[in-house]
């Protein structure tokens, strides 16, 4: 069984910052590409930014120059740094990591529970 625990959400004013983490455990064999999803409230869920095994990365338009992902493999973690946050980066982000449990078996994709970031004066 694979888990992912989110921790690092909260309140934050506008201009300010937070770092999300996301640590993966159980059984796992490797992990592919990690990341983060947000949904504010009466909208779809968006990818924010991903990483790959190898440290390639992605962003959504929305959040580059801003947000910064990282990884420790060692760590099966992810990080999201979040620096000059706004109100319309209010909303629940989720962290996912496409990993094997052991070798020759398919890769699944695994989600968080989830962390709520709001950013408000």
């Known amino acids: 069984q694979v888990q992912l625990v989110e921790s690092g959400g909260g309140l934050v004013q506008p201009g300010g910052s937070l770092r999300l983490s996301c640590a993966a455990s159980g059984s796992i064999s490797s992990i592919n590409a990690m990341g983060w999803y947000r949904q504010a409230p009466g909208k779809q869920r968006e990818l924010g930014a991903l990483i790959t095994s190898g440290g390639n990365t992605n962003y959504a338009d929305s959040v580059k120059g801003r947000f910064t992902i990282s990884r420790d493999n060692a760590k099966n973690t992810v990080y999201l740094q979040m620096n000059s946050l706004k109100p319309e980066d209010t909303a629940v982000y989720y962290c996912?990591?496409?990993?094997?449990?052991?070798?020759?078996?398919?890769?699944?994709?695994?989600w968080g529970q989830g962390t709520q970031v709001t950013v408000s004066s």
């Open positions: 996912y990591a496409n990993i094997r449990t052991g070798w020759g078996r398919p890769e699944y994709t695994y």
